[in-house]
């Protein structure tokens, strides 16, 4: 069973930085891309920032230079770093894999950004 665990959440002022980590099981780490998708109150689900198995990255315009993304294969984690953080970065932020076409979620980890 493929299994998510997302951690590092917490309340911080803007501009300050918080890192997420997201712990993986039941799959082949390494041969897969994870994403961080986050959702706002009465807001959609939004994809945040990506890294593929090679360790490419792809980011939202909205964060770029601010989050980076990143895998450790070894631990399979793969964590989001985010700093200068703002208050429109306020939402639950959760790790995704697609397998065999079907979608796997953590329970999210909640960031709130205000003063």
């Known amino acids: 069973q493929v299994h998510l665990v997302e951690s590092g959440g917490g309340l911080v002022q803007p501009g300050g930085s918080l890192r997420l980590s997201c712990i993986a099981s039941g799959f082949t780490f390494r041969l897969y891309s994870m994403t961080w998708y986050r959702q706002a109150p009465g807001k959609q689900r939004l994809l945040v920032a990506r890294?593929?198995?090679?360790?490419?990255?792809y980011y939202i315009d909205s964060v770029k230079g601010r989050f980076t993304i990143s895998r450790d294969n070894a631990e399979n984690t793969v964590y989001l770093q985010m700093n200068n953080l703002k208050p429109e970065d306020t939402a639950v932020y959760y790790c995704?894999?697609?397998?065999?076409?079907?979608?796997?979620w953590g329970q999210g980890t909640q960031v709130t950004v205000s003063s």
């Open positions: 890294i593929t198995n090679d360790h490419s990255t």
């Open positions: 995704n894999v697609v397998l065999n076409g079907v979608s796997s």
